[in-house]
């Protein structure tokens, strides 16, 4: 079994600074892209931050210049760091991974069960 759990979650206010992570857990042979998506109330869960294995990223536009997204290989664990942080960030963060379990297995995506993030204006 393999489980993405976050942390890092919770209130801040317009401005503020909060740094989330997921760490993966389990049987686990290797890990491609790791990412972060946020789904805010009555809209679709976008990608906020991609990682790839080597550290190569990606960001949507609303978030470049605040936002860092980074990986730690050793700990199988992704963070995102956020900085000036605006009301519009508030949503449900979810950790996002591409895993192979074993080296014959094919690589599959599992999701955390998300993180709140509420930033107050």
């Known amino acids: 079994q393999v489980r993405l759990v976050e942390s890092g979650g919770g209130s801040v206010q317009a401005g503020g600074s909060l740094t989330l992570s997921c760490a993966a857990s389990g049987t686990i042979f290797s890990i491609d892209a790791m990412g972060w998506y946020r789904q805010a109330p009555g809209k679709q869960r976008g990608v906020v931050a991609a990682i790839t294995s080597d550290g190569s990223t990606n960001y949507v536009d609303s978030v470049k210049g605040r936002f860092t997204i980074s990986r730690d290989n050793a700990k199988n664990t992704v963070y995102l760091q956020m900085k000036s942080l605006k009301p519009e960030d508030t949503a449900v963060y979810y950790c996002?991974?591409?895993?192979?379990?074993?080296?014959?297995?094919?690589?599959?995506?599992?999701w955390g069960q998300g993180t709140q993030v509420t930033v107050s204006s």
């Open positions: 996002n991974a591409v895993i192979k379990r074993r080296s014959f297995y094919k690589a599959d995506d599992y």
